[in-house]
């Protein structure tokens, strides 16, 4: 599956972020601890620069803890970048991350003029929550979908710290198409986007390898089904998603294996590691070489064809 949501409002927010950069002191990004590298968008880190970072990975109570500090290490190998893992609530972080900020920017701390923070990250990862915590009321916009917040919002916290909050963007082109399996998996896209049963095969794939005690337990297997197919119509046949003549609906089953899965409730799973991810990218690099070794053959047959005319 190739990922192209990217809403007009996102390509113009990106523009808005480039143009206000100067300005700023330290990127607060907030990553799904989910997928830390599949929710990091390559627009925040290119613009970025050598801009102190703090890499929030939010929904880390939803995330495996060990793998969750796997990615916390990876991160701060990084020059001026910290991490901090966050929980859904978020409300017992603030003050951390407010001295973290304090701590990447110690020429500001202490004197008459305020830390400029920008908050970025992917929709629905969690910033509004985060700042309506840091701020102690609401202030920002939630929801729990994506694409909530349209525009920039400028907020004195009063207490040194000034921060921008960014509407959630993706970028244009996912390179790596597990990684657009992923975002969908947790909710990062609409669900009018993509199918869930597509999503769910995906998911279903990955866990029955990484996490079948966690299946096991939530669906009640005496045995582990060696296919998502099978795993799904099990599934669906126990919570009465069937059709006409007995058959499962597949997207229906998959619809709430998918919200079990983004809740929580089948335990906390991650759906990434570093190691993965290198694997990975090396197979991004080799599909693009192969990408455009094909393109140039096309483009070559066509002008001999031509030529032949």
Same mark, same amino acid.
């Given at each position: 599956?190739?990922?192209?949501?990217?809403?007009?409002?996102?390509?113009?927010?990106?523009?808005?972020?480039?143009?206000?950069?100067?300005?700023?002191?330290?990127?607060?990004?907030?990553?799904?601890?989910?997928?830390?590298?599949?929710?990091?968008?390559?627009?925040?880190?290119?613009?970025? %620069?050598?801009?102190?970072?703090?890499?929030?990975?939010?929904?880390?109570?939803?995330?495996?803890?060990?793998?969750?500090?796997?990615? !916390?290490?990876?991160?701060?190998?990084?020059?001026?970048?910290?991490?901090?893992?966050?929980?859904?609530?978020?409300?017992?972080?603030?003050?951390?991350?407010?001295?973290?900020?304090?701590?990447?920017?110690?020429?500001?701390?202490?004197?008459?003029?305020?830390?400029?923070?920008?908050?970025?990250?992917?929709?629905?990862?969690?910033?509004?929550?985060?700042?309506?915590?840091?701020?102690?009321?609401?202030?920002?916009?939630?929801?729990?979908? @994506?694409?909530?917040?349209?525009?920039?919002?400028?907020?004195?916290?009063?207490?040194?710290?000034?921060?921008?909050?960014?509407?959630?963007?993706?970028?244009?082109?996912?390179?790596?198409?597990?990684?657009?399996?992923?975002?969908?998996?947790?909710?990062?896209?609409?669900?009018?986007?993509?199918?869930?049963?597509?999503?769910?095969?995906?998911?279903?794939?990955?866990?029955?390898?990484?996490?079948?005690?966690?299946?096991?337990?939530?669906?009640?297997?005496?045995?582990? @089904?060696?296919?998502?197919?099978?795993?799904?119509?099990?599934?669906?046949?126990?919570?009465?998603?069937?059709?006409?003549?007995?058959?499962?609906?597949?997207?229906?089953?998959?619809?709430?294996?998918?919200?079990?899965?983004?809740?929580?409730?089948?335990? %906390?799973?991650?759906?990434?590691?570093?190691?993965?991810?290198?694997?990975?990218?090396?197979?991004?690099?080799?599909?693009?070489?192969?990408?455009?070794? !094909?393109?140039?053959?096309?483009?070559?047959?066509?002008?001999?064809?031509?030529?032949?005319?």
């Amino acid at each position: 599956m190739s990922l192209h949501w990217y809403p007009g409002h996102m390509h113009k927010a990106s523009k808005e972020m480039a143009e206000v950069l100067p300005q700023v002191d330290v990127i607060i990004e907030l990553l799904d601890a989910r997928l830390p590298y599949s929710s990091s968008n390559p627009f925040i880190e290119k613009l970025r %620069a050598r801009k102190p970072s703090i890499k929030l990975l939010s929904k880390s109570d939803l995330a495996d803890p060990t793998i969750t500090q796997l990615w !916390r290490d990876h991160f701060e190998q990084q020059d001026n970048t910290k991490t901090l893992a966050v929980s859904t609530e978020q409300l017992d972080r603030s003050q951390q991350i407010i001295s973290l900020c304090q701590k990447l920017v110690p020429h500001k701390t202490g004197n008459e003029k305020s830390i400029v923070a920008m908050i970025t990250g992917i929709p629905n990862v969690g910033k509004s929550t985060l700042i309506n915590s840091m701020a102690g009321k609401s202030i920002a916009k939630t929801g729990n979908e @994506p694409a909530i917040t349209k525009g920039q919002q400028r907020i004195n916290l009063k207490n040194g710290i000034i921060l921008l909050d960014t509407p959630g963007i993706l970028w244009p082109k996912v390179e790596n198409e597990k990684s657009s399996y992923r975002l969908a998996a947790t909710g990062a896209i609409k669900d009018t986007v993509v199918s869930y049963a597509d999503v769910a095969f995906f998911a279903v794939d990955y866990l029955l390898k990484e996490y079948p005690d966690l299946l096991k337990a939530r669906y009640e297997l005496d045995q582990m @089904p060696q296919t998502e197919l099978e795993f799904l119509e099990f599934v669906g046949a126990r919570r009465g998603c069937l059709r006409a003549g007995g058959q499962v609906d597949l997207e229906r089953v998959s619809t709430i294996f998918m919200n079990e899965l983004r809740s929580g409730m089948i335990g %906390a799973i991650t759906l990434e590691t570093p190691a993965m991810i290198a694997l990975e990218k090396e197979q991004v690099i080799i599909q693009q070489a192969e990408n455009e070794a !094909r393109k140039k053959a096309i483009a070559e047959a066509r002008k001999k064809k031509r030529k032949s005319r």
